[in-house]
């Protein structure tokens, strides 16, 4: 499927990249098939600093590889990935990472349930699972209780991570992943199993950290349109591995544009900054 680069707008007033890909192709070995299977195919795409951009696709459509990718969690099997300026494959990847802040399920299911709101952010200072206590000072203990009010969840402090909501959970989790002050922050499906009040309450968050730190770059999964940020500047379509469109959030989420994306017939709302699709009956 043809990719259709819609990007056609002035550049960002900051002059470097967050994420460069340039005809980039993934595929895994699959033992059960007996057969190389491609998860990303000629994936060209660039994410600027100060932009916030949105990956939307159905299952399957290489969403989370891709982020992977913009993580330095995985490499291409071709074609070349900048990440901050520094290649893929040419760059200790451990290192790269520090400077990425990245909220995923996984992260969620590895840390102590035992530890409170406030110890699971200081986990994010030095990038580890466990509590670094012995290196932590007063500025990380300041620090920490800043990134949690910058979400609001100051109320959860004191309270054990286990005892927290989902919602509340992936507002300790944003704050983590801001504690080491990243150049670049991706969020893999962050309202995933919400209900309501707490995914608004998430989007508030992220609308507020673009406000607050206009140039952090991010990059948001989703399936769904109304769990987009109004702060939301860029949007890029996946289909089976392939980008069917990319570009400014306005020229790329059309009706026929998300249709063609999901296989199935929708109109598209923008209204009030926020964004909603409806299946055309």
Known sequence: MPARSLDSSPCSPFEHYAVRAREVTVWRWSEKLARRTTLL??????ARVGEHWVILGPNGAGKTTLLNLAGAVTHPSS???EVLGRQLGRVDMRELREQIGFVDPNTSRSLRGT??????VLTGAFGSLILLQRRLTAEHQEHAAAMLEAVSASELSERRFEECSQGERQRILLARALMSNPSLLLLDEPTSG?????R???VQALSLLAHDRPELP???VT???????????????L????ILAQGPIETVLTSDRVSECFGVPVDIEHRHNRWAAMVRL
């Open 194 to 198: 919400l209900d309501l009040p707490s």
């Open 200 to 202: 608004e309450r998430l």
């Open 223 to 237: 399936h769904h349109l109304e769990e987009i940020p109004p702060s939301t500047t860029h949007a890029l379509l």
């Open 115 to 120: 530890y409170t709101a406030l110890e699971i």
């Open 79 to 81: 074609g070349t990935v």
């Open 41 to 46: 195919h000629d994936i060209t795409w660039d």
């Open 239 to 242: 289909v089976g591995g392939a």
């Open 218 to 220: 991010t990059v948001t």
